[in-house]
């Protein structure tokens, strides 16, 4: 079993929609969580880094972290054809740099 | 505030070579870790330099290894190429605390034939 798991899609919506990515761990010790866009041969972008549980936003993005379930969420609102790309959930322990990601999920916008 | 910068961005070698790749993290950042991303394994943590020394190491073989300058740029060695080493390298650069918000380049596309 992978530490990580995540959904690779691909996940097909409308412009407009709100989006639900999400990821399951297996490793209570990850504490810090992120989500990371990646464009066709690009490197991946960080969207958002939370620490621990809780909610974050930041504009049409907000992250949900529920370590009790092991369990995070990334939400788009108003979903836009150029948030086409594959998203990434990454996490790690809090020290050192290593990070370990889900597989990413592919998400394609229709206009 | 300029980003991590890996070179070169393409690279062919032949299977037995060796290639060296490079990643100058983001200005003030002294964490600079390697990882490797392909279709099938998705990406897979190499290891990491934090003030000249290895701090971490994923599980992948002796062939690969690395290094850090005193100015944080880093570079990775792969020797003895094999077909199964095609694959985008990518740099990413942190402040090397605990916080480990972590940026990454562009990377480095490997095709070995």
């Known amino acids: 079993q992978k530490e990580v798991e995540q959904d690779p899609g691909p996940l097909s919506v409308p412009e407009g929609a709100i989006v639900s990515l999400n990821c399951t761990y297996s490793?209570?010790?990850?504490?810090?969580f992120m989500w990371y866009r990646q464009y066709s041969r690009k490197g991946p972008e960080l969207l958002m880094y939370t620490y621990s549980s809780g909610n974050k936003e930041d504009g049409r993005f907000t992250a949900q972290v529920d370590k009790s379930s092991k369990y995070i969420s990334l939400f788009i609102r108003d979903s836009q054809p150029s948030d086409s790309a594959t998203y990434l959930c990454a996490m790690s322990r809090g020290y050192g740099n290593k990070l370990v990601f889900g597989a990413g999920t592919i998400l394609r916008v229709k206009s | 505030k300029a980003g991590v910068t890996q070179t070169p961005r393409y690279l062919i070698k032949t299977r037995g070579q060796q290639v060296t790749l490079s990643c100058s993290p983001i200005?003030?950042?002294?964490?600079v870790s390697w990882y490797q991303q392909t279709p099938g394994q998705g990406l897979q943590f190499l290891f990491e330099?934090?003030?000249?020394?290895?701090?971490n190491k994923g599980n992948f073989p002796g062939r690969f290894s690395g290094r850090q300058f005193s100015n944080s740029r880093s570079e990775m060695n792969v020797s003895t190429l094999e077909l199964g080493d095609s694959a985008l390298y990518l740099c990413a650069s942190s402040l090397g605390d605990s916080n480990t918000e972590a940026f990454f380049g562009q990377g480095t596309r490997l095709t070995v034939v």
């Open positions: 490793n209570s010790a990850f504490q810090y």
């Open positions: 200005s003030g950042h002294r964490s």
């Open positions: 330099y934090f003030s000249e020394t290895q701090r």
